[in-house]
């Protein structure tokens, strides 16, 4: 498959590169929607070390990782310089840091609970959360498996915003530099808490007999109060993503600064539900 097909358009970049993976990304969709369900209705949340770790790869890997990896073998630009590695790199490095941080907060501030009875592996912070020796007992442990669950979440979310957001800068380009700087400060604010707020009542409306593996203390709360923010994470990552690689005249990130930006986004999100965990005096 070669760029010389690409055309401009509104909704996807007009880096060839990033546009092709954009389409197979949002294909994704579909297929993680469809794992879900299908994980649910077997009940094999209720599993060791080993599956619950593998049936989260499979998530993954196989769509986001293994296919574009085949398909662009033959595109002219190394897989390590391809958006669709760069994407993924970024999207696992920042859900690592909000994974193994912010879950706490999570725990803490908005009631989430996990319960693995199976499970017995935990990668989790030290310091950030409750006391380690409770913590186990008051279900509000990481097993590693919700890194991998959550890299392929996030890459629906990051995939699907960054479309939109393009498609709002695009129609708002001739309506004034106030207009515009408006309307984009608009949809990454709409799409971010859309996100925030869609995971908890989607899933949960997918999964209502999921008490067992995954809740909330007081799921209506986290709904109406919880997901603006849960948005934090996206207001700050949306936008980084949507610049990686975006135009085909300018310079390609390289992996570092890839890895740099994750990271940055990771820092800046921490200070931001910190800063709001002063706000609501440390639970919802």
Same mark, same amino acid.
């Given at each position: 498959m070669t760029d010389s097909t690409a055309r401009p358009s509104r909704f996807f970049s007009?880096? %060839?590169?990033? !546009?092709? !993976?954009?389409?197979?990304?949002?294909? /994704?969709? %579909?297929?993680? /929607?469809? /794992?879900n369900?299908?994980?649910? !209705?077997?009940?094999? +949340?209720?599993?060791?070390n080993f599956w619950n770790i593998t049936q989260n790869l499979l998530m993954w890997i196989p769509y986001c990782v293994l296919l574009p990896a085949f398909l662009r073998r033959n595109s002219g630009i190394p897989w390590h310089q391809s958006y669709w590695f760069k994407f993924n790199l970024f999207i696992f490095v920042w859900t690592?840091? !909000?994974t193994y941080f912010h879950t706490e907060y999570f725990f803490q501030v908005l009631g989430m609970r996990y319960r693995f009875p199976e499970v017995? +592996?935990?990668l989790d912070s030290a310091l950030c959360g409750p006391d380690e020796i409770s913590a186990l007992a008051t279900h509000q442990k990481i097993p590693p498996s919700m890194y991998l669950n959550a890299t392929a979440f996030f890459m629906v979310y990051h995939a699907s915003a960054v479309v939109a957001m393009r498609a709002v800068r695009s129609f708002t380009t001739g309506l004034g530099e106030f207009a515009g700087k408006f309307a984009w400060a608009g949809i990454v604010a709409l799409t971010a808490i859309f996100w925030a707020w869609g995971e908890t009542a989607?899933?949960?409306q997918l999964a209502p007999n999921d008490g067992a593996n995954v809740w909330y203390e007081d799921l209506p709360k986290m709904i109406a109060h919880g997901s603006w923010f849960y948005s934090l994470y996206f207001i700050v990552s949306f936008p980084i993503v949507y610049r990686l690689d975006e135009r085909r005249e300018a310079e390609r990130w390289p992996l570092s600064r890839v890895v740099i930006e994750a990271c940055a986004v990771g820092m800046?999100? +921490?200070l931001f539900i910190d800063l709001a965990t002063w706000?609501?005096?440390?639970k919802l």
């Open positions: 007009d880096n %060839p590169d990033k !546009a092709w !993976a954009e389409k197979l990304f949002l294909g /994704f969709i %579909p297929v993680w /929607f469809a /794992f369900v299908v994980v649910q !209705a077997m009940g094999w +949340l209720n599993t060791g690592f840091f !909000a017995t +592996l935990y989607f899933y949960f800046v999100t +921490l706000y609501v005096g440390g």
